[in-house]
């Protein structure tokens, strides 16, 4: 069964670098292959990782939706949908990606993402991990659409807005009662220690902090010149950081 691990946080807040140097280090470490999922409408992994997409599952979706006679004779709705999402995976050595894109027009989706769901259920089998890159609402977690989750990470600025969506992801997921085992935080970009009064407000969420990881002059000047963060040089600090990460978790026995 494939390790889940699912990036939270709020826009801007660094979950897609995070991701990106999350499937280096797992990769790195033996864990491949591994399923890299852009649920960010915003879909900037690919980019990050160096993947060319054909096709988002959005794009596939609507295309279904607005031609739903386009299901070939002799193959069910279900079967078709399969098999697309499975076209719609682009391969790089070590690391798959699937991107879910925007889901554009009216109308209910809730037959093809539960199909989605479930095909995703299936296909997590022939990974060793699967890393989720979620929007800032979740809403990719509160329609279940990623199943069972073994590790989120919440990435915050280390400041007093870093702590309060803290604490809101907490409640969303609490209140969903989302399938999610450890919970971390993620400090990004941190330089320096937490002040007490902030390291209170923090703890107030009830999550540990696992990892700080420290503004990356490498990181900018890869991101400007739209070079994938997997080429990052190995005296990267904010590689070292996510490693540092990955080591914990293998510690904790949750890889």
Same mark, same amino acid.
């Given at each position: 069964?494939?390790?889940?691990?699912?990036?939270?946080?709020?826009?801007?807040?660094?979950?897609?670098?995070?991701?990106?140097?999350?499937?280096?280090?797992?990769?790195?470490?033996?864990?491949?292959?591994?399923?890299?999922?852009?649920?960010?409408? @915003? +879909?900037? *992994?690919? =980019?990050? #990782? !160096?993947?060319?997409?054909? /096709?988002?599952? $959005?794009?596939?979706?609507?295309?279904?939706?607005?031609?739903?006679?386009?299901?070939?004779?002799?193959?069910?709705?279900?079967?078709?949908?399969?098999?697309?999402?499975?076209?719609?995976?682009?391969?790089?050595?070590?690391?798959?990606?699937?991107?879910?894109?925007?889901?554009?027009?009216?109308?209910?989706?809730?037959?093809? @993402? +539960?199909? *989605?769901? =479930?095909? #995703? !259920?299936?296909?997590?089998? /022939?990974?060793? $991990?699967?890393?989720?890159?979620?929007?800032?609402?979740?809403?990719?977690?509160?329609?279940?659409?990623?199943?069972?989750?073994?590790?989120?990470?919440?990435?915050?600025?280390?400041?007093?807005?870093?702590?309060?969506?803290?604490?809101?992801?907490?409640?969303?997921?609490?209140?969903?009662?989302?399938?999610?085992?450890?919970?971390?935080?993620? *400090?990004?970009?941190?330089?320096?220690?937490?002040?007490?009064?902030?390291?209170?407000?923090?703890?107030?969420?009830?999550?540990?902090?696992?990892?700080?990881?420290?503004?990356?002059?490498?990181?900018?000047?890869?991101?400007?010149?739209?070079?994938?963060?997997?080429?990052?040089?190995?005296?990267?600090?904010?590689?070292?950081?996510?490693?540092?990460?990955?080591?914990?978790?293998?510690?904790?026995?949750?890889?």
């Amino acid at each position: 069964m494939a390790l889940r691990i699912a990036i939270a946080g709020k826009g801007g807040s660094g979950k897609t670098t995070l991701s990106a140097l999350l499937c280096r280090c797992l990769v790195e470490r033996g864990i491949k292959p591994l399923l890299a999922v852009d649920a960010d409408p @915003n +879909s900037c *992994l690919p =980019e990050r #990782l !160096g993947i060319t997409v054909r /096709q988002t599952i $959005g794009e596939m979706r609507e295309e279904l939706r607005q031609d739903p006679e386009s299901v070939p004779a002799g193959v069910s709705k279900r079967e078709w949908i399969e098999q697309l999402i499975h076209e719609d995976i682009a391969e790089a050595p070590g690391v798959d990606m699937l991107v879910m894109g925007r889901q554009e027009g009216p109308g209910c989706y809730c037959y093809i @993402n +539960s199909v *989605l769901r =479930e095909y #995703l !259920g299936k296909i997590g089998g /022939q990974y060793r $991990g699967v890393v989720i890159d979620n929007e800032a609402g979740l809403e990719h977690l509160s329609r279940r659409t990623n199943g069972q989750v073994e590790v989120m990470l919440v990435v915050c600025p280390p400041n007093v807005i870093g702590a309060r969506t803290a604490a809101r992801i907490v409640d969303i997921k609490n209140q969903l009662g989302l399938e999610v085992g450890a919970v971390f935080l993620v *400090l990004n970009p941190c330089d320096q220690p937490l002040g007490p009064d902030l390291a209170a407000l923090f703890a107030q969420s009830g999550l540990e902090i696992i990892a700080a990881v420290p503004t990356d002059p490498h990181v900018s000047a890869f991101d400007v010149a739209g070079r994938p963060l997997l080429e990052l040089p190995a005296d990267s600090q904010a590689l070292s950081a996510v490693r540092g990460l990955v080591n914990d978790l293998a510690e904790r026995r949750l890889l």
